[in-house]
C-alpha cells in the first residue's frame, strides 16, 4: 500500500470516527430518554412547577397569542407522546406538563377574578364574617364577604374584604356585621421584584383592605342551616374553651396547634417563635397534620392488636388507615380552608391511599403526587413559602432514609435503642433545616441561628405529649374528662414557649442575608429537585445550577435609592446602610430593610447621616446629584426651586401643571400612581413596579372591572 493510499485509508478513519462516536452517544441517550419514562410521576411536578412558574414569572399577563401558542404546543407534545418512538415520547411528555401547568395557571388566575376597589372608600360596610385573625401589629382582623358598601355599584364591589378592627372582643364567623371604615386597594410592593400583596389577593379573592375604629355591629346572626362556615364557628367555639382552660400565651399556641386559630397569639410570641426557628409550630403543616394522623393510626392499629388471633384475619393496617384518614378530614374541617392546611391535608391523604394500596407510604413518588395534587387545585401556591419548604424538607427526608437505615445498623447493637432515636432526631432536624433554610432565607431574609438545638428540644415534645393530648383530649372531652389530657397539652405548649423564647434571647439567634435576585430561588429549588429525580449527567448539571444560583446569592446587590410607591419615604443606601428620608412608611421600609438583610428598626434607619432639612424637605447627595423629598402643603410649590441641575424630586403630592420640570426628574403622586414604587440601581437605572403594557391581572390598572 503506497503511502497516499495510508493517508486515505487514515483519514476515511478519521471521518468515520467522528460519526460513530456520534452514534454511540446518541445511542446512549435514547437508552436513557426510554428508561426515563419510568420516572415519569416524579418528573410531573418539576415540569408542571416549570410552566406555573413561567406563567408568574412572564413579564405582562399572557394574552390570547400566547395562550394559543400554549395550547399548540401542548398538543404537539401530546401526539409526540403518544405517536413519537420511545425515545422521543418523554421529552413529550414533559413539554405537555409544561405547558398543561402554565394553561392551569392562566386558567386559575382568571376564574378566580373578582372585583378590586379601584379608589379609597370611607363609609359603612356591611358583611358577614368569614374569618378571624390577627396583623402582623397585634391587631384583630376580620374578613367580610357578601358586601354592601354605600355608592358603590354591585357589579364593582368586592368580594371580600380584610379590617383591622379597634378594641374589642371580634364578631363570630357566619354573623353578618355592619361598620364604619377606610378602606383601598390592595398595596402592591414596597419596591420593584419584591412580595407583591396583590397577588396574594387576588387569589384569595380580597378586593380591598382596611381598618375600622367603629363599634362593629351585629345585623342578624349565622343562617340556619348554613353550614358553610360551622367549621369556622366550631374552630373559634373550641380555640375559645382552650384557652380558658389554659391561662395566657399556652392556651393561644395550643388552639393553633389544634384548631388553626391564630388569633390569640401575641406579637412577642410569634416575634420568639420566628427568632428561635419554630414558627413553623403554630401554623398547622405537614407536620401537624403526620403526627395527628400518625398518632390516631399507631393508636387504632395497636389497639386492634389487642383483639388477639382474630386481629390476624382483619386487614388492620387499612383500618387504621382510614381512621387517620377521618381524624385528619376532621382536622381539615375544623382548622379551615387555609392554603397550607389544604397542603397537609392532601399530603397525608395521598400517603395513607398508598398504605390502603399496598405502597409505600413515605416514598417520592407519593410526595410527586401530593405536589401535583397540590398544583391542581391552587397552582399560585408554588410562589408560596410554605409549599416550598413542605415539599423541600419532605423530600430531603426521605432522601436521607436509605443512608440513615444503613448506617443505623452499624451501631452497636446495645446502644442502638438510644442512640438510634436520639440520632435520627438530629439528623432530622439538620436534614429538614438544610433542605428549608435557603428557601427561608430568600423569603423571609432571615437565618436562626440556633434552630436546629429549638427544634430538637421542641418538636419531639410536640410529637410525644401536645399533640397525642390533644386528640385524648377532643375524644374525652364529650364525657367530661378532657381535663388531665388539657394539663399535659398546656405543659408541653409551655415548654415550647419557654424553648422559642430562651433561644431568641441567644446572641446571635437570628441572621439577616440580602435578598437573591428573581432568578436565584427558582434556578435553586429547579436544580435541587432535578439532581433528586435525574441521573448521570443530568444530575451533574443540576447540580451545577445550584452552584450558579448560589453564585448569583453571592453577588446579589440592593438598588442604591428606593421611592415609596405613594411617595412617603425615600431610602438611599450608604456605607452604614439605608439611610431614610422620613420615618413614615413603616410596612414598605421594613420590607426595605429586610431585603437588604439589614436587622435595623426604621427608626434606627431614619437616624443615619444621609438626608438633613426640614420634615417638609428633606434632602441627600447621591452619586454627584441632589436627591430631594418634599411633602405637606408646601410641597408642590416647592418644587421649581429644587427642580435644577439633574436633581431627583419626590413629591408626596401633586406638581402643578404649570411647573417647569425640565431640569429634574420628578416623582409626584399621579406618576408614582401609574408606576408604583420606583428603584434606581448605582448606576441610576430606573426600575419601576408596574410597568404600562406588562401589567398583570392583580395589577390594579390590570384587572377587568
Not at 364567623?173 to 419596591?191: C, K, S
Not at 367530661?480 to 431568641?504: K, N, Q, S
Amino acid at each position: 500500500m503506497s503511502e497516499q493510499e495510508a493517508i486515505g485509508t487514515g483519514g476515511q478513519g478519521a471521518r468515520l470516527a467522528v460519526p460513530l462516536w456520534l452514534s454511540a452517544r446518541a445511542a446512549g441517550w435514547g437508552a436513557a430518554l426510554i428508561a426515563a419514562r419510568t420516572d415519569l410521576v416524579l418528573w410531573a411536578p418539576i415540569a408542571m412547577g416549570l410552566g406555573i412558574g413561567g406563567y408568574f414569572s412572564w413579564p405582562g399577563e399572557p394574552g390570547w397569542p400566547e395562550v394559543l401558542v400554549l395550547a399548540l404546543l401542548g398538543t404537539a407534545g401530546l401526539a409526540g407522546w403518544i405517536l413519537a418512538p420511545e425515545a422521543g415520547r418523554f421529552p413529550s411528555a414533559l413539554l405537555v406538563l409544561v405547558c398543561f401547568g402554565a394553561l392551569l395557571a392562566v386558567w386559575r388566575a382568571h376564574s378566580v377574578a373578582a372585583p378590586v376597589l379601584t379608589f379609597r372608600y370611607y363609609g359603612p360596610v356591611e358583611g358577614r364574617v368569614i374569618e378571624v385573625d390577627r396583623s402582623a401589629r397585634d391587631k384583630l382582623r376580620i374578613t367580610l364577604d357578601q358586601l354592601v358598601l354605600s355608592g358603590v355599584a354591585v357589579g364593582k364591589t368586592p368580594a371580600r374584604v380584610r379590617l383591622t378592627l379597634g378594641p374589642g372582643p371580634p364578631p363570630e364567623p357566619g354573623f353578618r356585621v355592619m361598620t364604619t371604615a377606610h378602606l383601598q386597594p390592595p398595596p402592591g410592593p414596597a419596591e420593584p421584584g419584591g412580595w407583591d400583596f396583590r397577588r396574594m389577593a387576588w387569589f384569595a379573592r380580597l378586593g380591598a383592605v382596611g381598618s375600622a375604629q367603629a363599634p362593629v355591629l351585629v345585623v342578624e346572626p349565622p343562617v340556619p342551616g348554613d353550614w358553610s362556615l360551622a367549621g369556622d364557628r366550631l374552630r373559634r367555639s373550641l380555640s375559645q374553651a382552650m384557652q380558658a382552660r389554659m391561662e395566657g400565651q399556652a392556651g393561644a399556641v395550643a388552639a393553633a396547634l389544634m384548631t388553626g386559630d391564630r388569633s390569640g397569639i401575641e406579637t412577642a410570641t410569634n416575634d420568639a417563635m420566628r427568632a428561635s426557628g419554630l414558627y413553623h409550630i403554630v401554623s398547622i403543616s405537614g407536620l401537624h397534620m403526620g403526627m395527628l394522623a400518625g398518632f390516631v393510626f399507631a393508636a387504632v392499629r395497636y389497639g386492634l392488636a389487642l383483639a388477639g388471633s382474630a386481629a390476624l384475619c382483619w386487614p388492620t393496617k387499612k383500618i387504621a388507615a382510614v381512621a387517620a384518614l377521618i381524624a385528619a378530614t376532621v382536622y381539615l374541617w375544623i382548622a379551615g380552608p387555609e392554603v397550607a392546611t389544604q397542603r397537609a391535608y392532601i399530603m397525608t391523604a395521598v400517603m395513607l391511599a398508598a398504605v390502603l394500596f399496598d405502597r409505600r407510604a413515605l416514598s417520592l413518588r407519593t410526595v410527586a403526587l401530593a405536589a401535583v395534587a397540590v398544583m391542581l387545585l391552587r397552582p399560585e401556591s408554588l410562589t408560596e413559602p410554605g409549599f416550598q419548604m413542605s415539599f423541600a424538607a419532605t423530600v430531603g427526608l426521605i432522601v436521607m432514609l436509605g443512608p440513615w437505615a444503613r448506617w443505623a445498623q452499624r451501631l452497636p447493637a446495645r446502644l442502638r435503642p438510644v442512640l438510634v432515636p436520639v440520632l435520627g432526631l438530629a439528623l432530622t432536624s439538620v436534614v429538614a433545616g438544610v433542605a428549608t433554610g435557603p428557601v427561608a432565607a430568600a423569603q423571609f431574609g432571615r437565618v436562626s441561628g440556633y434552630g436546629l438545638i429549638a427544634n430538637m428540644l421542641a418538636v419531639p415534645v410536640m410529637g410525644v405529649a401536645v399533640m397525642p393530648a390533644g386528640v385524648i383530649a377532643a375524644v374525652l372531652a364529650p364525657f367530661g374528662l378532657a381535663a388531665p389530657a388539657l394539663w399535659v397539652m398546656e405543659m408541653g405548649t409551655r415548654w415550647m414557649i419557654f424553648v422559642a423564647g430562651h433561644i431568641a434571647a441567644l446572641d446571635g439567634a437570628q441572621g439577616y442575608v440580602v435578598q437573591p435576585g428573581p432568578a436565584v430561588l427558582p434556578l435553586m429549588a429547579v436544580g435541587a429537585a432535578v439532581a433528586v429525580v435525574g441521573r448521570g449527567v443530568v444530575r451533574g448539571g443540576a447540580v451545577g445550577a445550584i452552584a450558579v444560583a448560589a453564585g448569583l446569592w453571592l453577588a446579589a446587590s440592593r438598588p442604591a435609592l428606593l421611592i415609596a410607591s405613594e411617595g412617603q419615604a425615600v431610602g438611599l443606601m450608604t456605607p452604614a446602610g439605608r439611610v431614610l428620608s422620613k420615618p413614615g412608611a413603616e410596612f414598605a421600609v421594613a420590607e426595605w430593610l429586610q431585603a437588604d438583610g439589614d436587622a435595623s428598626s426604621p427608626a434606627t434607619a431614619f437616624a443615619r447621616i444621609g438626608f438633613e432639612g426640614p420634615r417638609a424637605q428633606r434632602s441627600a447627595v447621591w452619586d454627584n446629584h441632589v436627591v430631594v423629598h418634599l411633602s405637606g402643603k408646601a410641597g408642590p410649590e416647592a418644587v421649581r426651586a429644587v427642580c435644577h441641575d439633574g436633581a431627583i424630586v419626590i413629591l408626596a403630592g401633586r406638581a402643578g401643571a404649570d411647573q417647569d420640570v425640565a431640569g429634574c426628574t420628578l416623582w409626584d403622586l399621579p406618576r408614582l400612581n401609574q408606576s408604583g414604587a420606583v428603584a434606581y440601581d448605582a448606576r441610576r437605572q430606573v426600575r419601576v413596579t408596574d410597568v404600562p403594557g406588562r401589567l398583570r391581572l392583580w395589577s390594579l390598572r390590570g384587572n377587568r372591572f
